[in-house]
């Protein structure tokens, strides 16, 4: 007799709504024109005001003049840092949200970033470490130390994590790892005065070649993550319907938390933590994808480069010739975003 954990298919029939696919691809295309048009945007735009017409004859044409030097030694590369950071943190957001099950659980808020940042924090203060290459390491060490003690303190006591214990543990553990940082920072100014920039998650310092350093680590996250779609539909209905279901539940954890620290430890030690990305790409994207986990991922891997490469654009210009870090305006968007999901009835799980 076929039974559901032995029917062929049985993980890609676990959604618990199906949406008309229509809507699904109508959103898909939105988010592609969305991200096409900020990705112009991000080259048209910045501090120094230069002629469309030059940007654009340098994009394609550099002819060795000022505007060439602007657009392909700044302009573009930050914003292929956008994209790369934007879908790693957006992606990583949407990962831990289905592994918990937990609407409000992002890197930020669960700790990940601030223990990435505070492992990179200890690598420039005791090893001198310096740039990408070297934060990368203690980066992925801070993510999974971060990810696996929250997870845990979350879990003490009885009954399985909830996602008011998974928030307020994350919260309180991100609260203190950055206490430790900004006194470690303190203690010694010269050594972390180009680190304290950039820890407020800035795409504008970063280079083509520091991108390059850790996008192989993204990339295997990512496809990690792509792999898990299935899987994590059927974990989004409890352990023991998954198990039914014939998915692996500590193994789709495990696999899971392996690359939301290959994702957020490898965008963390490239920007810095940009927060509130990973929370609110997912619940908008839901909103024409259902929960579907391997939608959510695609739509996500548009959407979150989008809001990112906005938030920066928006600095660039508001402040001229300064610029407002994108971590800041995201920080700004996200506020609000998380107070109205913590108040809404249904935030109590996935």
Known sequence: MTTAATRPGALESTRPERLPPARRLLGLLLLTFLLACVLALSVSFGANPLPLRDVWRNVFQPDGSEAASIVWTLR??????????????GVAGALIQAITRNPLADAGILGVNAG????????????????????????????????????TIGSSGRGAASPVTLVLAGVA????????SSFL?????????AFRNWGLGSIAR?????TLAV????????????????????VALGDDQAASLGASVVRTRVAGIAAVTLLAGGATA?????????????????WFTGPDQRWIIACTVLAAPTLVLTADVIGRLVARPGEIEAGVLTALIGAPVLIALVRRKKAAGL
């Open 76 to 89: 573009v590369p930050r914003t292929v840092v956008g994209i790369v950071a934007g879908v790693a943190f």
């Open 116 to 151: 990435a940042g505070f492992a990179i924090t200890i690598g420039v203060g005791l090893f001198g470490v310096s740039g990408v290459t070297g934060y990368v390491w203690f980066s992925f060490l801070g993510a999974v130390v971060a990810t696996v003690a929250v997870y």
């Open 173 to 180: 553990l991100a609260a203190v790892l950055t206490a430790f």
């Open 185 to 193: 920072m303190l203690m010694d100014e010269d050594t972390f005065r």
């Open 206 to 210: 970063a280079s083509l070649s520091d």
């Open 215 to 234: 996008l192989p680590f993204i990339v295997a996250g990512l496809v990690l993550a792509c792999c898990l779609g299935g899987a994590l539909n059927a």
């Open 270 to 286: 490239l920007t810095g933590g940009i927060a509130f990305i990973g929370l609110m790409v997912p619940h908008v994207v839901r």
